[in-house]
């Protein structure tokens, strides 16, 4: 496709505005959309060991690490944050796949009956 709008004499910039550009937007939305779970893992991971945000600041790692010396006594301060945690990525990741079918253009689901 770009070997044939060059030779037609179409210039670079149209020729990244009409073909690259939107052939390569959709798989940069999924692979961020399935990005962003990870990186809440990431935040939330180096907040639990206290590498993260500070104090002030709130955070699900840095709740969970207040949390676990009351968790057979107050089971609730782990269990909130982290149910946040997972249903947020799970959200993102639901998000990502839901994407990843509405975007590939190989995938024609009004075919499918």
Same mark, same amino acid.
């Given at each position: ?44 991971? =180096? ?42 990525? =799970?959200?993102?990741? =639901? ?11 190989? =995938? ?6």
């Amino acid at each position: 496709m770009i070997e044939a709008a060059r030779s037609i004499g179409a210039k670079d910039r149209r020729i990244i505005l009409r073909h690259i550009l939107p052939n390569a937007l959709a798989p940069v939305i999924v692979y961020t959309a399935l990005n962003i779970g990870g990186v809440i893992l990431a935040e939330a991971g =180096l907040s639990f060991l206290g590498l993260g945000v500070r104090p002030p600041a709130p955070s699900w790692g840095s709740m969970l690490a207040e949390g676990k010396d009351f968790i057979f006594n107050a089971s609730w301060l782990v269990a909130w944050p982290g149910e946040a945690i997972f249903f947020t990525v =799970l959200g993102y990741n =639901l998000l990502g796949d839901g994407l990843s079918n509405a975007l590939d253009p190989r =995938l024609n689901l009004r075919r499918i009956k």
